[in-house]
């Protein structure tokens, strides 16, 4: 190790340090052959160094993604051991390497992150296999020249498509729709361990042992405070936490590493990797949803080490073009963040559909998520552009591509003015069809964009992000106070505020709730209200009080049966005559609506329409529950199309039966945000839908140069037609003034 870390010190390039590596290791392990394979951006493993091996090999010698034992190394993240190699069935034998004398092979993977940068291979003549001591040396060695590599420590020897500094392009998934350009900012940055090598090895086992116990300190004091003892799922996690500290298995690695002449935050980070990457080989999703428990308890354990547990960043202290990168993160972290130096946002582990996702839509700026790796792959200060159109990022972009996309957002700019211009302009279609464009909000932020948007009312309030962003369950005081300043802020705009949709994926981490297997259809919004009336209860009266005076406006969600409206309608007209009895001023008028969501619903919506004032389609459920695919799951997400025959026919449903009994219905959700779906909405016969503020131009735009009577006759003879297929491209060609035939 001592040796290791003066090569890693040597002047030189990288090259010559690889190549004293190997003859390093083959000298440690008495193996007659050391041999490194980086990996390529392609997947595949290229020779970059050897100790035994025909030194012409080294760069001519590519191993394909998977290929052979090496490759099997590579893509199971696991070392591999083999007595005689030649006889196994994976073996791939490269003539140009001369390797056709050796039998025995050990293979461990170069890991940073729990990701595979390359592999050491050590191989001997004669048949046997390695004892344990032989794969933990390597193991650790491996993890050294990882430590190097991803610094640069060995930069030259890297090659084009393994070089930090070089330009990477990354695919994720759009949150929140704009384009930025800026730097990175990590939201709590990843320790970087910089001394990997033990001076003192006594001195780095008691560091270590000292903030374990600090560690397992931390999260005791934190399952006992009070606001978070019986925090359900909060206090679930802390819980894992403390198992995760406290596990043997898990401590006794890491002193053994340090035993191996590692630091104790090199033995933190060695351990993290090889660990993670056997729980990334696991199928049982337990175990990956674990990572993420593992991940924050070894950067827990690192900033323990640091002497920064306690010392986070000053969240506030920004660059002008921030571009926030997290490996996940909460809508209350991203509201810590000062907006207005706030370019977009970056999450490795989020949806669209996740709540900082809409936090990021509310605050207008661009955001992606599911970037696979990207943490690993990126340092703070790094330039980079998020595309929340196409969902890439592309960190450390060269010049080409900074004005290619410095044009196009200056293009986005002068459309996003023109839009601005039709702010007060009627949304009324050119044969005279007036459409309500709406705007979905859920924080006091998002009511600055009622204006600005040019919308015609909050049309979908979602209280539950009130909830979300707190550590505390908000008392009558508090949200009767917060619903009040919305009323104030939409004047004399309507409001139509979301009782609780909680449960499901939007869990509060002070209410406990069972584990479900499918928590989308499970106990949440108007289920669990009703079984747990005093939540209903309190809200109710928070939006009683708010609205004295006002009109007032709450639609339920999850509806599925009848029934459930009853039971609500009871409980508000309970609360309004407790609050009469008590002497507030009422509101001026209660409506009260339903949410269609539920597919059992439809069957009952003229006894539905008979008990509610008003209805809201809420496209997303709705649509993931007709065809049964959960919109989050990557692998089902597109398996339907809002614009196929059955949804539209479902769609068209729904307006007919509010049309014969003379109840307002809007559409709430994605699909009413794309101008081409808004315009089969319309089609359909809606005339109000509710959107993000930044769709309502866009949106507006079309309806203007829309004739409603044609795009009419056009949905009619498409849903008669039953041609599925071809609805999408119709629409488009009728969009752009072709001629439409059906």
């Given at each position: 190790?001592?040796?290791?870390?003066?090569?890693?010190?040597e002047?030189?390039?990288?090259?010559?340090?690889?190549?004293k590596?190997?003859?390093?290791?083959?000298?440690?392990?008495?193996a007659?052959?050391?041999?490194?394979?980086?990996?390529r951006?392609?997947?595949?493993?290229?020779?970059?160094?050897?100790?035994?091996?025909?030194?012409?090999?080294?760069?001519?010698?590519?191993?394909?993604?998977?290929?052979?034992?090496?490759?099997?190394?590579?893509?199971?993240?696991?070392?591999v051991n083999?007595?005689?190699?030649?006889a196994?069935?994976?073996f791939?034998?490269?003539?140009e390497?001369?390797?056709?004398?050796?039998?025995?092979?050990?293979?461990?993977p170069?890991?940073r992150?729990?990701?595979?940068?390359?592999?050491?291979?050590?191989q001997?003549?004669?048949?046997?296999?390695?004892?344990?001591?032989?794969?933990?040396?390597?193991?650790?060695?491996a993890?050294?020249?990882?430590?190097?590599?991803?610094?640069?420590?060995?930069?030259?020897?890297r090659?084009?498509?393994?070089?930090?500094?070089?330009?990477?392009?990354?695919?994720?998934?759009?949150?929140?729709?704009?384009?930025?350009?800026?730097?990175?900012?990590?939201?709590?940055p990843r320790?970087?361990?910089?001394?990997?090598l033990?001076?003192?090895p006594?001195?780095?086992?008691?560091?270590?042992?000292?903030?374990?116990?600090?560690?397992?300190?931390?999260?005791?004091?934190?399952?006992r405070?009070?606001?978070?003892?019986?925090?359900?799922?909060?206090?679930?996690?802390?819980?894992?936490?403390?198992?995760?500290?406290?596990?043997?298995?898990?401590?006794?690695?890491?002193?053994?590493?340090?035993?191996?002449?590692?630091?104790?935050?090199?033995?933190?980070?060695?351990?993290h990797?090889?660990?993670?990457?056997?729980?990334?080989?696991?199928?049982?999703?337990?175990?990956?949803?674990?990572?993420?428990?593992?991940?924050?308890?070894?950067?827990?354990?690192?900033?323990?080490?640091?002497?920064?547990?306690?010392?986070?960043?000053?969240?506030?202290?920004?660059p002008?073009?921030?571009?926030?990168?997290?490996?996940?993160?909460?809508p209350?972290?991203?509201?810590?963040y000062?907006?207005?130096?706030?370019?977009a946002?970056?999450?490795?582990?989020?949806?669209?559909?996740?709540?900082?996702?809409?936090?990021?839509?509310?605050?207008?700026?661009?955001?992606?998520?599911?970037?696979?790796?990207?943490?690993?792959?990126?340092?703070?200060?790094?330039?980079?552009?998020?595309?929340?159109?196409?969902?890439?990022?592309?960190?450390r972009?060269?010049?080409?591509?900074?004005?290619?996309y410095?044009?196009?957002?200056?293009?986005?700019?002068?459309r996003?003015?023109?839009?601005?211009?039709?702010?007060?302009?009627?949304?009324?279609?050119?044969?005279?069809?007036?459409i309500?464009?709406?705007?979905?909000?859920?924080?006091?932020?998002?009511?600055?964009?009622l204006?600005?948007?040019?919308?015609?009312?909050?049309?979908?309030?979602?209280?539950e992000?009130?909830?979300?962003?707190t550590?505390?369950?908000?008392?009558?005081?508090?949200?009767?106070?917060?619903?009040?300043?919305?009323?104030?802020?939409?004047?004399?705009?309507?409001?139509v505020?979301?009782?609780?949709?909680?449960?499901?994926?939007?869990?509060l981490?002070?209410?406990?709730?069972?584990?479900?297997?499918?928590p989308?259809?499970?106990?949440?919004?108007?289920?669990?209200?009703?079984?747990?009336?005093?939540?209903?209860?309190?809200?109710?009266r928070?939006?009683?009080?708010?609205?004295?005076?006002?009109?007032?406006?709450?639609?339920?969600?999850?509806?599925?049966e009848?029934?459930?409206?009853?039971?609500?309608?009871?409980?508000?007209?309970?609360?309004?005559?407790?609050?009469?009895a008590?002497?507030?001023?009422?509101?001026?008028?209660?409506?009260?609506?339903?949410?269609?969501?539920?597919?059992?619903?439809?069957?009952?919506?003229?006894a539905?329409?008979?008990?509610?004032?008003?209805?809201?389609?809420?496209?997303?459920?709705?649509?993931?529950?007709?065809?049964?695919?959960?919109?989050m799951?990557?692998?089902?997400?597109?398996?339907?199309?809002?614009?196929?025959?059955?949804?539209?026919?479902?769609?068209?449903?729904?307006?007919?039966?509010a049309?014969?009994?003379?109840?307002p219905?809007?559409?709430?959700?994605?699909?009413?945000?794309?101008?081409?779906?808004?315009?089969?909405?319309?089609?359909?016969?809606?005339?109000?839908?509710?959107?993000?503020?930044?769709?309502?131009?866009?949106?507006?735009?079309?309806?203007?140069?829309?004739?409603?009577?044609?795009?009419?006759?056009?949905?009619?003879?498409?849903?008669?037609?039953?041609?599925?297929?071809s609805?999408?491209?119709?629409?488009?060609?009728?969009?752009?003034?072709?001629?439409v035939?059906?």
């Amino acid at each position: 190790m001592r040796r290791l870390r003066e090569i890693m010190a040597e002047p030189g390039d990288g090259q010559a340090r690889l190549d004293k590596i190997v003859r390093q290791i083959a000298g440690l392990m008495v193996a007659e052959v050391c041999s490194i394979y980086l990996k390529r951006q392609d997947g595949s493993l290229e020779l970059f160094a050897t100790e035994g091996l025909n030194k012409g090999a080294v760069h001519n010698t590519r191993m394909k993604r998977g290929e052979g034992l090496v490759g099997r190394c590579a893509e199971l993240a696991t070392p591999v051991n083999e007595p005689d190699a030649q006889a196994h069935p994976a073996f791939s034998y490269r003539p140009e390497t001369g390797e056709e004398i050796y039998h025995s092979l050990l293979a461990v993977p170069i890991l940073r992150g729990g990701v595979v940068l390359g592999v050491i291979v050590v191989q001997n003549r004669t048949p046997r296999e390695y004892i344990e001591d032989d794969v933990e040396v390597l193991e650790t060695t491996a993890m050294v020249v990882a430590e190097n590599l991803a610094s640069g420590a060995v930069a030259g020897a890297r090659g084009p498509d393994l070089d930090r500094p070089q330009s990477d392009t990354i695919a994720g998934t759009p949150l929140s729709s704009g384009i930025a350009l800026g730097h990175v900012v990590l939201h709590e940055p990843r320790v970087v361990v910089t001394e990997l090598l033990a001076e003192d090895p006594d001195a780095e086992l008691v560091r270590l042992d000292i903030a374990i116990e600090r560690l397992r300190e931390n999260i005791d004091d934190m399952l006992r405070n009070d606001s978070i003892s019986q925090a359900g799922a909060h206090h679930d996690v802390l819980e894992a936490y403390r198992m995760f500290a406290n596990d043997r298995g898990w401590v006794r690695r890491m002193r053994d590493a340090v035993r191996e002449g590692l630091s104790a935050g090199a033995a933190v980070e060695r351990v993290h990797n090889a660990t993670r990457a056997r729980m990334l080989r696991q199928n049982d999703p337990f175990w990956r949803e674990r990572l993420r428990d593992l991940d924050d308890l070894s950067d827990r354990l690192q900033r323990v080490l640091a002497g920064k547990l306690n010392t986070a960043a000053d969240p506030l202290a920004l660059p002008e073009d921030a571009i926030l990168l997290a490996r996940n993160m909460g809508p209350a972290e991203l509201l810590d963040y000062d907006p207005k130096r706030l370019r977009a946002l970056i999450v490795e582990d989020a949806s669209a559909q996740s709540h900082v996702a809409i936090v990021a839509k509310a605050l207008g700026i661009a955001a992606v998520g599911q970037v696979s790796g990207i943490t690993e792959r990126v340092s703070g200060g790094d330039a980079a552009i998020v595309d929340g159109e196409t969902g890439e990022v592309h960190l450390r972009p060269p010049p080409e591509l900074v004005a290619a996309y410095s044009d196009k957002v200056r293009f986005l700019a002068r459309r996003q003015s023109q839009y601005r211009a039709l702010r007060d302009t009627p949304a009324r279609t050119k044969d005279g069809v007036g459409i309500r464009l709406m705007m979905n909000a859920g924080l006091p932020v998002d009511m600055a964009h009622l204006d600005d948007c040019g919308a015609d009312g909050i049309g979908l309030f979602r209280t539950e992000l009130q909830f979300m962003i707190t550590s505390t369950f908000p008392r009558l005081e508090r949200q009767t106070a917060a619903y009040r300043q919305i009323l104030e802020a939409a004047g004399d705009k309507p409001v139509v505020f979301r009782a609780l949709d909680i449960g499901g994926d939007k869990a509060l981490p002070y209410l406990r709730q069972p584990k479900e297997d499918n928590p989308a259809i499970g106990w949440r919004a108007i289920r669990l209200a009703l079984d747990r009336p005093g939540l209903l209860r309190l809200q109710v009266r928070a939006f009683l009080r708010a609205a004295g005076g006002r009109k007032l406006n709450v639609m339920l969600p999850m509806v599925s049966e009848v029934a459930e409206i009853d039971a609500a309608r009871a409980l508000i007209a309970d609360e309004a005559a407790r609050m009469r009895a008590a002497g507030h001023v009422p509101p001026e008028s209660i409506a009260v609506g339903a949410m269609v969501e539920v597919p059992s619903i439809l069957f009952d919506l003229d006894a539905l329409l008979a008990r509610v004032d008003f209805l809201s389609v809420g496209s997303n459920d709705l649509l993931q529950f007709l065809f049964a695919a959960d919109r989050m799951n990557a692998l089902v997400a597109s398996r339907y199309d809002p614009l196929s025959v059955s949804a539209l026919r479902a769609l068209k449903l729904i307006v007919e039966a509010a049309d014969r009994r003379d109840k307002p219905i809007t559409l709430c959700g994605e699909m009413a945000a794309r101008p081409l779906e808004a315009m089969a909405l319309i089609g359909l016969g809606f005339r109000a839908v509710s959107m993000a503020p930044a769709s309502i131009g866009p949106v507006k735009s079309m309806i203007l140069s829309l004739d409603a009577s044609r795009i009419r006759a056009v949905m009619e003879s498409l849903l008669a037609a039953g041609n599925g297929g071809s609805i999408r491209e119709t629409l488009r060609a009728f969009a752009e003034g072709d001629s439409v035939e059906i």
